[in-house]
């Protein structure tokens, strides 16, 4: 069963510009991870935040979370073309395994 | 260097056949997933195992089957059984299991002819 649910599906931007991507999930975690995957290949992990945790950097990305309403959003600023990939968010809700949303599928035009 | 090997990219299978699919780790990691990724979906989870020779099943383990006889390699076989293996399999491995990231595999590309 998925866990998490991003939003939006699809994202298209020009390049410079930032991509927001938000994730809503429905049971207590005690972390929540992002990762990055390019079409065809694996997942990348680019960012875990623990449940105590509201926002973290890396980088370029931001990553907040609200625990209250169950929801994490990831924030790409300044895009390059190099970013086009899917995103997905996972969360374990049984700290056995992880489980993944749809992604969000984001389109930097150079 | 250290990483997650799924072998072969690229599979093709017969209806009514067992394939393996390979996923070897020189991470030291103790725990190993299996994915399964249909076009623009999520992943679901197949099977997993914390430790060598246990393994548990995920959320679509039927018509599938794995084995977990060194801390290295955790092989899926897809059998006769899975009417709808077509998809991209991904292998990841985690030091912590979700309490630490995956590392993931490339990915192996099953299609049935």
């Known amino acids: 069963s998925q866990q998490g649910e991003e939003d939006p599906q699809a994202l298209s931007i020009q390049e410079g510009e930032n991509a927001t991507m938000n994730c809503s999930y429905k049971?207590?975690?005690?972390?929540l991870q992002w990762y990055r995957q390019n079409s065809g290949r694996g997942l990348v992990h680019l960012i875990l935040?623990?449940?105590?945790?509201r926002e973290k950097h890396s980088g370029r990305l931001r990553v907040t979370l609200d625990t209250s309403k169950k929801s994490s959003s990831l924030l790409i600023t300044a895009s390059r073309a190099a970013d086009t990939a899917s995103y997905f968010c996972?969360?374990?809700?049984?700290?056995?395994?992880?489980?993944f949303g749809a992604g969000t599928r984001l389109t930097v035009k150079p | 260097d250290g990483g997650i090997t799924q072998s072969p990219k690229y599979l093709f299978r017969k209806e009514g056949q067992n394939v393996t699919l390979s996923c070897e780790q020189n991470?030291?990691?103790?725990?190993m997933y299996w994915y399964r990724q249909d076009p623009g979906q999520g992943l679901r989870l197949i099977y997993y195992?914390?430790?060598?020779?246990?393994?548990q099943k995920g959320d679509i383990a039927e018509g599938y089957s794995v084995s977990r006889e060194k801390k290295e390699s955790f092989p899926l076989t897809v059998t006769s059984a899975q009417k709808n293996p077509t998809a991209f399999y991904l292998c990841?491995?985690?030091?912590?299991?979700?309490?630490?990231?995956?590392?993931f595999g490339s990915g192996t590309r099953l299609t049935v002819v």
């Open positions: 990841a491995s985690s030091i912590a299991g979700p309490t630490s990231g995956y590392t």
């Open positions: 195992s914390q430790i060598v020779n246990d393994f």
């Open positions: 049971t207590s975690i005690n972390n």
């Open positions: 996972a969360t374990a809700p049984n700290n056995n395994d992880m489980r």
């Open positions: 935040i623990r449940s105590n945790e």
């Open positions: 991470l030291n990691h103790d725990a």
